[in-house]
Nanobody, 127 residues
Framework: QVQLVESGGGLVQAGDSLRLSCAAS???????IGWFRQAPGKEREFVAA????????YYTDSVKGRFTISRDNAKNTVYLQMNSLKPEDTAVYYC?????????????????????WGQGTQVTVSS
């Protein structure tokens, strides 16, 4: 079991950047780490994932070209660099860990495939 703690959220203006961190209590080398977000009144949605076994990364369409997920296995930390932030990026951001690997990448987009979650960090983007 791994415990996750997010940090780096805050209040920024549209066009600004933020870097979120997801620090794990132990080794993340055997986990896919995903970032999800939940805006008020909306369901939790997939943002990005970094797969441990193949080094692949996946993004939801709305953040492609603006967000970058990266992992530092030596520091047991995964980052989400968010550039060109928009008001619609406002949400609580969660990181999650999944020890399984799949032939199809669609599984990495599903929140119910991730058994371990952090407590979330608020990101607010003003217009």
């Amino acid at each position: 079991q791994v415990q996750l703690v997010e940090s780096g959220g805050g209040l920024v203006q549209a066009g600004d950047s933020l870097r979120l961190s997801c620090a794990a209590s132990g080794s993340i080398s055997d986990y896919t780490i995903g970032w999800f977000r939940q805006a008020p009144g909306k369901e939790r949605e997939f943002v990005a994932a970094a797969v441990h076994s193949i080094g692949e990364t996946y993004y939801t369409d709305s953040v492609k070209g603006r967000f970058t997920i990266s992992r530092d296995n030596a520091k047991n930390t995964v980052y989400l660099q968010m550039n060109s932030l928009k008001p619609e990026d406002t949400a609580v951001y969660y990181c999650a860990a999944n020890p399984r690997t799949y032939a199809s990448p669609v599984h990495y987009y599903r929140s119910d495939e991730y058994p371990f979650w952090g407590q979330g960090t608020q990101v607010t983007v003003s217009s």
